[in-house]
């Protein structure tokens, strides 16, 4: 009976079987797989496509008879940066409000790192890492930096608050995020550009662990400079491997720093793929009629042919 040492065969990943024999005239071995039927199996098997840090399915909301959202799955996978487009009414601040924990869907499920959770507040948003910086900011102009960044989570040491721990945290937090415009953070946020109060509000969102970053229209009403710092501060969130969300009617940013293009259009989202099967005209489209190309022209020769 031979003893098979490291069971290989001119480094084949198979072994011999007992009846094997190495001597000069000998039948040939056979060769049984040194795996086993289960490791096999794991092999074979394909592997599932990456789940996305966030799934909704099915969202639906209503305030009274009117319903705000219908039916709609969303998906926002890590690293990336996802843009929800749609002109007014179309659902976009409801959409994110509920992820947010403000509202609360009448109807549909959340999927968070592809387990099922519920969002009834924006405490369950913050402790699943869903931080969100809407357009007016939620900012205290008459308090600095360090204590808007800290607002409502200060740090204390021996009942008292530790100013050294919370100043030393938000420097760090801007430094990783390459702010540098910011003179001191210890200036009050009165005295801020528009980009430094919206990377302040940034830099606020993603200093608690957060997975995902919501920005609501976050470079409406600034200069040509500070949206592109804005843009610059996105695509930093993206690097470090973060979820983000970006609601914006400005399409030349949308295209500028977006992954993927999401469109509602009345409630309903009406198209969802990489930012690269888009141009702006079929996002105008889709905008505005929730259609793009032949439906689009259809429409619009039915409505001709009904005025003539």
């Known amino acids: 009976m031979h003893r098979c040492w490291g069971g290989r065969l001119h480094g084949s990943r198979h072994q011999l079987d007992h009846n094997g024999a190495a001597a000069s005239g000998a039948a040939a071995p056979r060769l049984i797989p040194r795996y086993s039927e289960r490791v096999a199996q794991v092999i074979t098997e394909s592997p ?3 789940e996305p840090l966030l799934r ?9 008879p009117v319903q705000a959202l ?8 890590s690293g990336q940066v996802t843009a929800l487009c749609g002109d007014n009414g179309a659902g976009k601040s409801v959409l994110t409000k509920c992820i947010a924990g403000i509202y609360q869907v009448d109807h549909g499920q959340f999927f968070w790192e592809g387990q099922p959770v519920t969002i009834h507040s924006p405490r369950d948003s913050a402790k699943l890492g869903i931080e969100t910086v809407y357009q007016d900011l939620a900012l205290a102009d008459n308090l600095d930096i360090v204590q808007n960044m800290f607002l409502g989570r200060e740090r204390l040491r021996n009942g008292l608050l530790n100013e050294d721990d919370m100043e030393r945290a938000a420097s760090q937090t801007l430094a990783n995020l390459r702010v540098t415009t910011v003179r001191s953070i210890r200036q009050p946020v009165a005295s801020l550009s528009g980009g430094q109060r919206q990377s302040v509000a940034v830099a606020k969102a993603v200093m608690w662990n957060s997975k995902l970053v919501m920005l609501d229209e976050p470079t409406a009403a ?3 400079v500070q949206t592109q710092m804005v843009l610059d501060l996105v695509r930093r969130l993206r690097d470090r491997g973060l979820a983000v969300m970006v609601i914006s009617h ?3 940013d949308v295209f500028e720093v977006a ?7 009345l409630g ?29 022209q259809a429409g619009n020769d039915k409505g ?3 005025t003539s």
Request: aromatic letters at 6%; proline letters at 5%; charged letters at 25%.
């Open 222 to 224: 600034l200069g040509v």
């Open 56 to 64: 909704l399915r099915g969202i639906e909301k209503h305030f009274g």
């Open 250 to 252: 400005n399409l030349n």
């Open 70 to 77: 219908y039916n709609v799955d969303l998906d926002l996978p």
């Open 48 to 50: 599932s496509p990456a």
């Open 259 to 265: 992954d993927r293009i999401a469109i509602l259009h």
């Open 304 to 306: 001709q042919h009904g």
């Open 268 to 296: 309903r989202k009406v198209a969802e793929d990489r930012a690269s099967t888009f141009d702006r005209q079929s996002v105008v489209e889709y905008m505005t009629t929730g259609a793009h190309g032949p439906a689009v």
